[in-house]
């Protein structure tokens, strides 16, 4: 895994005329590139907590102005600080977190007294000197430009299940911009069997504009939301806010099912996530840890993904544009992976400390590219399957994992399992949630961005997006559990459209902007 580090956070002095007072802290991350095809790049936003103990978002003081476009944008009173690299920062318009980027070349990046300007005034703080705690966070993330882009399988109906494609026959579907789509069984138009009611309802239906295509540009992060991420998200809500995203029953001073996130005892299906069994009193907001931290976070909610999505200040994505993300403008192949092939090759287990995100995934020869097969899937124990597929462990593994060895003569695109931008772990590991274009609610999102805060009940509220129950969601991508290469297809459905209020051992979590 690529790693991130944001250290030495710092208040400077107050301008009060302004109301605003400068963040500053410093930043490293691993091979982080600009090309011809795009950049990666660090969104930082910033929490405080006051004397009454409860974290807020802070509101950076000035926008860019200017759509994202690799130049550097940086506002007043904001700086990329003294680094290694050439940077550019961009602000959008939602002020509440900030985008750095290299502006050419690749490598590893270090800048120190990297700032961002904090409008406090604005968020209800009299004087900076209030504030008892900040912390500023990030998140590795992708950028996807605006362009053309193919949905669905050139073989259309004999593709994989309920994939998308051009009606009655004509292969993958071009998306060309962000105007209304038709799903209709007419020449022409975008369709997908119903093979099941994971797919959609009942055609015709028009996706409307206002739904994300993948043709207009977005940021996708770069890797699924981390046990590390998700604790440090835990740690800044209250405590009934914690519980809304936990699955144990954390009320009470003792909590003897302390892995939260499967209301367990004990490890289940390697969710690390966990607090102490006693001392957590009944009012405090509980601490939690994690002894995985890189392992991706799994046994998640939609209800999960949305408050994460809108703590950060980000949105969910659309399954459309989790298909740009992996695909990009290039056309579609039959049956292909995230990384443009069905080329495959599974991890059996790993050498070094598992969940650090410095182990090495095993076999040492052949291609070792994804996640999957591990357990028995809940379909085939229904069929009577009794030995699982892949014994040596059953559960996700961590962020990025298959790209910290690289195998001679594999090319770096298929030996990380990345995808055309370089996203990874798009198939296998853990179900990708998005929004889906099957459903009435799924095709009312807006991709409006969350403003840092929850309610009281620890849930997103964001205008148009799907609510907690999960109507309007479902997910792509496959998973460890995933029998066969099969349901690592990009263009695969089967359970596009599958909505889910509770946890899915099986699901992840990752946003985007």
């Not at 007072?21 to 600009?34: G, H, L, N």
């Not at 909590?255 to 009193?281: D, F, W």
Request: proline share 6%.
């Amino acid at each position: 895994m690529a790693r991130l580090k944001i250290t030495n956070t710092l208040l400077g002095s107050t301008s009060t005329a302004s109301g605003t007072v400068p963040i500053s802290f410093d930043i490293t991350w691993e091979e982080a590139w600009r090309n011809e095809t795009n950049c990666d790049g660090i969104w930082v936003f910033a929490k405080f907590k006051t004397g009454d103990g409860i974290w807020q978002h802070a509101t950076i003081a000035e926008a860019s102005g200017c759509e994202f476009n690799y130049c550097d944008h940086t506002p007043s009173g904001c700086s990329c600080g003294i680094a290694n690299a050439p940077l550019a920062m961009w602000v959008p318009e939602t002020r509440k977190g900030a985008f750095i980027t290299r502006t050419q070349g690749e490598g590893d990046v270090s800048s120190t007294d990297v700032k961002i300007s904090w409008a406090y005034s604005a968020d209800g703080v009299t004087v900076p000197s209030d504030v008892v705690d900040i912390r500023v966070f990030g998140l590795e993330m992708v950028y996807v430009p605006e362009e053309k882009h193919y949905v669905g399988d050139p073989k259309g109906t004999n593709g994989p299940l309920n994939c998308l494609y051009t009606y009655p026959d004509g292969g993958a579907y071009l998306i060309e911009s962000e105007a209304p789509i038709s799903v209709d069984a007419k020449p022409g138009c975008l369709y997908c069997d119903q093979d099941n009611d994971r797919s959609r309802d009942e055609t015709p239906f028009v996706i409307p504009d206002t739904f994300p295509k993948g043709y207009a540009a977005f940021w996708l992060m770069k890797y699924g939301v981390s046990s590390q991420q998700y604790v440090d998200f835990l740690n800044t809500l209250t405590r009934k806010q914690q519980q809304g995203r936990v699955l144990s029953d954390i009320s009470g001073d003792d909590i003897p099912n302390y892995h939260v996130m499967t209301n367990t005892a004990e490890e289940y299906l390697r969710q690390s996530i966990v607090c102490q069994k006693q001392g957590n009193r009944t009012q405090e907001p509980v601490q939690f840890f994690t002894y995985a931290p890189a392992r991706a976070c799994n046994a998640i909610s939609w209800g999960d993904v949305a408050a994460f999505a809108a703590w950060a200040a980000l949105r969910p994505i659309t399954e459309l544009e989790f298909e740009k993300a992996c695909r990009g403008p290039l056309l579609a192949v039959a049956s292909e992976c995230a990384w443009g092939s069905a080329e495959i090759g599974r991890a059996d287990t790993f050498d070094g400390p598992d969940g650090s995100g410095y182990e090495r995934p095993l076999p040492a020869t052949g291609l070792v590219n994804c996640c999957y097969g591990g357990g028995i899937a809940p379909f085939r124990a229904a069929a009577g399957q009794t030995e699982p597929e892949n014994p040596g462990f059953e559960g996700p593994v961590s962020c990025g994992v298959f790209s910290n060895y690289r195998r001679p003569g594999i090319p770096k695109r298929l030996n990380d399992g990345a995808s055309y931008y370089g996203i990874l772990e798009l198939s296998g590991n853990l179900w990708e949630p998005c929004v889906t274009l099957g459903h009435p609610a799924g095709r009312a999102f807006l991709p409006n961005h969350g403003d840092g805060m929850l309610n009281e009940d620890g849930d997103a509220f964001v205008q148009n997006w799907p609510d907690k129950s999960g109507a309007g969601t479902g997910v792509r991508g496959g998973v460890w559990r995933s029998p066969d290469e099969n349901y690592l297809m990009v263009a695969l459905r089967f359970a596009a459209n599958h909505a889910k209020s509770t946890e899915r051992y099986n699901g992840g979590c990752r946003v985007g902007f």
